[in-house]
């Protein structure tokens, strides 16, 4: 069963390889889109680590001129996809999005160049290593622009879970007079139970055009924007990429590098404080605009594990958060709290299990000294993967696949928990 799931998974990485990138999958995803590419990036370092690099190089080839990597890279033309580059208008070469995403890829090209022979990797770290800085650069000040020392998010596509519960209440405040008819292409390829509702789509272009009618300026986007929500999950995300950047300034022998990385990580250490909702006893996202905490518990609280923070007691609370939504839900880490009002076992991230929070929240309990629990969370990833296949996201309750079939990075999680090494260990 193994190998043949190992083969499958190696396949569907081929199939879906657009020789140099990898889209999420044929149809519903034709594009290549940033945290995939990092996972994708794993997993082709299993069997083809010069296409692991190759992956996250195109990737930040895209870069824009102010340090940004965009969030989609419209390499090609492909009408099945909505919104599509003319809806963006971004004039980026090549096309993309306006918005960034968790930079995973940071994390996965030390992991690539800790692993592999360093003579063969340095020179290509190097190369990419100014361009990494640049990114981290950006996201701590167009994203964090008074220097709290979390990371807030313009879109909620630019967190990677598109139509979380915390984003309801921001959403709800966002102007949709404007945004007039268009025509959808997701629900053509998935069920609409399994994807977000049109309310949710009317919110995401009316954020789109607002920072497309304003030059997509940053600092305009940061004051006035109608989305401006402090992410727990690009926090905990971008102060893991800070550590592992700031080993690899270290071992490339950039000082200078590593003092500016090594303020950003303390910055963030101290902001972290800032999530921690003192009624749900949980780290959670906070709206910016008006001060008000999300009021549940999503599979990125358990990110603060896999960020290094200094947890303490904390660490506690979290084990327990965990443990309950385990006897709700059959298979963890559901990506939002079974016992909320708002959790949906199917609907995209409102309730199902996604194999690459899964990933990174079990190397965050590894490398946190809670291994039983990162073994328990690694268990259930595969469990479904045998169950069901290599499916986007998967039920929490019952274990169907659900969304995009035929995975990237599905398939790269599983190569990467069984790959020669021990990635399951840790990625950093």
């Known amino acids: 069963m193994t190998m043949d799931l190992d083969a499958q998974a190696v396949g569907i990485l081929r199939d879906n390889d657009r020789g140099g990138y990898t889209v999420p999958t044929s149809g519903l995803y034709p594009y290549q889109w940033n945290w995939d590419s990092a996972f994708a990036a794993l997993g082709f370092a299993t069997f083809d680590r010069d296409r692991a690099w190759r992956e996250l190089e195109d990737l930040i080839s895209a ?16 009408p ?7 809806v963006w208008g971004t004039k980026a070469a ?4 306006g918005y960034s995403q968790p930079p ?21 770290l190097r190369a990419l290593f100014p361009q990494l800085l640049r990114w981290h650069r950006w996201l701590h000040t167009a994203r964090d622009p008074d220097r709290l ?26 102007d ?6 268009y025509h959808r292409r997701d629900t053509a390829h998935v069920e609409a139970a399994m994807r977000p509702q049109k309310a949710d789509y009317d919110r995401y272009l009316a954020i789109i055009y607002f920072a497309r009618d304003h030059g997509w300026d940053a600092e305009t986007i940061a004051k006035q924007g ?33 003092a500016e990385i090594s303020g950003w990580i303390e910055r963030a250490e101290a902001g972290f404080d800032r999530l921690w909702h003192p009624d749900l006893q949980a780290y959670c996202s906070l709206d910016l605009r008006t001060g008000r905490r999300a009021d549940g518990i999503t599979s990125a609280t358990m990110l603060a594990f896999y960020a290094g923070v200094p947890l303490g007691d904390r660490a506690g609370l979290l084990h327990g958060h965990l443990e309950r939504w385990w006897h709700k839900a059959r298979y963890g880490v559901p990506s939002f709290d079974p016992d909320h009002r708002a959790f949906d076992s199917i609907r995209y991230w409102r309730g199902p ?10 190397r965050g309990l590894a490398d946190s000294g809670h291994g039983d629990l990162a073994a328990r969370v690694d268990g259930d990833t595969r469990a479904l993967i045998e169950t069901s296949g290599f499916f986007e996201y998967f039920c929490s309750r019952t274990g169907r696949g659900c969304g995009g079939t035929d995975f990237s990075w599905t398939a790269a999680v599983w190569l990467a928990l069984g790959a020669s090494g021990d990635a399951r260990r840790s990625v950093a």
Do not use: C, K
């Open 80 to 86: 099945g996809y909505f919104p599509g580059p003319e």
């Open 226 to 258: 109608p989305f401006w929500v402090a992410d727990v999950g690009m926090t905990a995300i971008l102060l893991r990429a800070d550590r592992d950047l700031l080993a690899l300034a270290q071992s490339l022998g950039e000082p200078a590098a590593a």
């Open 149 to 174: 020392g979390i990371i807030a998010i313009a879109h909620p596509w630019e967190s990677g879970r598109d139509n979380l519960p915390d984003w309801d209440l921001p959403m709800a405040q966002v």
């Open 176 to 181: 949709i007079s404007g945004v007039g008819e």
């Open 94 to 97: 090549p096309p993309s999005s």
């Open 104 to 124: 995973v890829a940071t994390t996965a090209l030390r992991w690539l160049f800790e692993s592999g022979p360093q003579a063969e990797g340095e020179p290509r």
């Open 63 to 78: 870069q824009w001129s102010d340090g940004m990597v965009p969030h989609i890279i419209f390499w090609q033309s492909d």
């Open 353 to 362: 299990v996604w194999p690459n929070m899964n990933f990174l929240i079990a």
